[in-house]
């Protein structure tokens, strides 16, 4: 669970991201240069791949270190299975 500053990190961020892909409509809506609006939708995809990171660090620092704490083995093959199953998307998807 992501605490109220990582939440608040978080949000601040897609709030950035939400005003950039607004910039970019308007710049479609101009009929601006292609490549001044790929520039500004390769800005938007690195931003949310960002808000991925700080998502996924505090997963790992939380429900993935918590369960890797715990006596299960069960539940730690499930979360590394599970972080596992996320790199592999991202990979595949990067």
Do not use: W
Request: glycine share 4%.
């Amino acid at each position: 669970m992501m605490n109220e500053a990582q939440k608040s990190k978080a949000a601040a961020r897609l709030s950035r991201i939400e005003g950039q892909v607004r910039g970019i409509r308007k710049m479609v809506e101009d009929d601006r240069y292609c490549v001044d609006i790929l520039t500004q939708t390769r800005a938007v995809v690195a931003a949310l791949r960002g808000v991925e990171d700080l998502i996924m660090e505090t997963h790992l620092d939380t429900c993935v270190a918590d369960a890797m704490k715990d006596n299960d083995p069960q539940l730690q093959k499930e979360k590394i299975d599970e972080v596992m199953s996320v790199v592999s998307r991202f990979r595949r998807y990067g």
